[in-house]
């Protein structure tokens, strides 16, 4: 199937000389939620600015459902809706008219039914006549959630969209999300909550410092953050490993103070009781052991600081 | 054609224009009869006619472009400059509206707001001065053309403006003194040289006289001159604003 988004050699440098994407190479599929991961400047808002046409490209083309977003970006934009990372909103303009004014501005006609249908979904309905001036900022963010949705898109771009919001709408806006996959939306999120990646996302893409690090199956990620290990600290170090102990995913220390075994979590036997047994065995006395498991967040930090690691 | 859109852009800018009546449309209605008061009633009634219309009469020309100027300019540099401002512009750009309907927006509702301030200015100052108009219709077409020409001149320095005192500087110190000077309140024909030569140089004066010569009949410059000019500066301000949106000026890093 046709991806939703091809993005191809797009690359920005501003005015000012700073590079903030060099030549990104991604493919959003259709009907998944994509995070986009990564550091406060590495690219992140820059690169939904260019897909949704606020910001100019330097090189590359990025196409939506097949169609280039700049010669046809009548088309092209039709599909797409943007809640944006900061809240930008005309602060006299009730609920009801700015929502309604999004659906205008897209070209469709009409339809309060429609927009009433938003509003209730977002909890907004009783606020539908409150100037905006007097909406908290959980409030404001459920606004621009109904104003990128009030024209139907069929791709929802969230640019940081939990931001500064308390837990319980984290929650629901999860919830919603997820309610619009199911409706056949593919979602797009940027976020450098490590959580929200892993509580929503199908597939993760890792961005730093301009470039695409990384994009995996958030389950492929998973594995990784499955393999769990277990440090073994020797009362006396070894010189090499033992026969008998090499069927066991095993790595000696340097000094040979300490054994590492990596086993996965997600399997119904971790395999450590007979590990044990063959170590009594061999006469090999501990002194301490630890079990450590590497979160998504490691794993992130560790490609954004050590982009080998992904290769 | 994206009609709902340029529709959703005007009915927004209509909007604004009727939550904030009284400084958009009540001030300068108000400030603009105080003109006819003073100058018309009040010391027009000692001043002679010039060019065979009474003094009260003579200015109601110069004073409704002075209006028309300054608020086509407001209204439009205003509605563009806010959404710059507060970042409300992202959904403008993100739409799949064309620039020419973005303008169509914009600028359709300044010229709007600008012709019922022309019109309620008209209405007003016939409580004061008695004036008739001679060529309706042009009358109506310079009324139309100045309000779509300055509202668009608006959009530009709305676009171009980094901040609310860049905002209010051709207005206040370019806009204004040049109309005080084009022949509002005077026949230029008045002026002693060099100033009468020099005053031709004001663009203001063609578009005052050519307003002037619609409703009296008589003007300073030929009124061919002056509607030739009003078009000039018409399409001056589109090649302006299609450059702007060619390059993103100002508005698309």
Redesign the interface.
């Known amino acids: 199937m046709q991806p939703i988004i091809q993005i191809q050699g797009v690359s920005k440098t501003?005015?000012s000389g700073f590079t903030a994407l060099k030549s990104i190479d991604l493919e959003i599929r259709r009907g998944e939620i994509f995070a986009l991961l990564g550091p406060n400047g590495a690219g992140k808002t820059t690169l939904i600015s260019i897909i949704?046409?606020?910001?100019?490209a330097s090189s590359g083309r990025v196409l939506a459902d097949g169609v280039d977003i700049v010669d046809d970006?009548?088309?092209?934009?039709?599909l797409?809706g943007?809640v944006?990372q900061?809240l930008?909103?005309?602060?006299?303009?009730s609920v009801w008219?700015t929502v309604?004014?999004?659906?205008?501005?897209?070209?469709?006609?009409a339809n309060p039914a429609y927009i009433e249908k938003v509003l209730r979904q977002l909890s907004l309905w009783d606020k539908r006549h409150s100037k905006m001036l007097a909406l908290s900022g959980g409030m404001k963010r459920r606004v621009m959630i109904a104003?990128a949705l009030s024209h139907e898109p069929s791709i929802l771009f969230l640019d940081e969209p939990t931001a500064g919001v308390d837990v319980e709408l984290r929650r629901d806006m999860w919830e919603m999300v997820r309610g619009l996959r199911e409706n056949g939306v593919t979602v797009i999120l940027t976020t450098h909550y490590i959580e929200e990646a892993e509580e929503m996302a199908d597939r993760i893409g890792v961005i730093n410092r301009g470039e695409l690090i990384l994009v995996e199956e958030k389950q492929a990620l998973m594995q990784q953050l499955g393999q769990k290990q277990l440090h073994l600290i020797l009362q006396t170090p070894l010189e090499t490993l033992p026969d008998a102990l090499r069927r066991y995913n095993l790595s000696l220390s340097d000094d040979g103070s300490q054994l590492t075994y990596t086993f996965d979590a997600h399997q119904d036997t971790s395999g450590i009781a007979e590990l044990l047994r063959s170590l009594t065995e061999q006469g090999i006395d501990l002194k301490d052991l630890q079990s450590k498991q590497s979160s998504l967040e490691e794993i992130f930090v560790s490609l954004v600081h050590n982009p080998e690691n992904s290769q | 054609m994206n009609l709902n859109g340029i529709r959703a852009i005007y009915a927004f800018e209509m909007n604004r224009t009727r939550r904030t009546l009284m400084q958009s449309v009540v001030s300068p209605v108000l400030s603009t009869s105080l003109y006819f008061i003073v100058f018309g009633t009040a010391i027009g009634s000692r001043m002679g006619d010039i060019d065979g219309v009474s003094y009260g009469a003579f200015i109601i020309p110069g004073l409704l472009m002075l209006s028309l100027l300054s608020e086509s300019i407001s209204n439009a540099s205003f509605g563009i400059f806010f959404p710059k401002f507060s970042g409300t512009i992202y959904e403008v750009l993100s739409a799949p509206v064309s620039p020419l309907e973005i303008v169509a927006g914009y600028v359709g509702a300044a010229a709007t707001k600008s012709l019922i301030i022309g019109a309620l200015i008209l209405l007003t100052a016939r409580l004061f001065v008695d004036y008739s108009i001679a060529h309706p219709v042009w009358m109506l077409a310079f009324l139309l053309l100045t309000a779509l020409t300055f509202s668009l001149f608006g959009f530009i320095i709305g676009v171009w403006a980094n901040d609310f005192q860049q905002l209010q500087v051709i207005p206040l110190m370019v806009i204004t003194p040049l109309t005080f000077l084009g022949g509002a309140f005077y026949s230029i024909n008045m002026l002693p040289e060099p100033w009468h030569t020099l005053t031709l140089f004001n663009p203001v004066v063609y578009l005052i006289n050519g307003f002037r010569w619609a409703f009296y009949g008589v003007a300073d410059v030929h009124m061919g001159l002056s509607l030739g000019m009003t078009l000039m500066f018409l399409l001056i301000c589109l090649t302006a604003v299609w450059w702007i949106f060619r390059t993103g000026y100002r508005i698309k890093p």
């Open positions: 501003y005015a949704c046409g606020i910001v100019n970006y009548r088309q092209a934009r039709r797409i943007l944006p900061e930008t909103t005309d602060a006299f303009e008219d309604s004014f999004s659906r205008g501005l897209f070209g469709k006609p104003k």
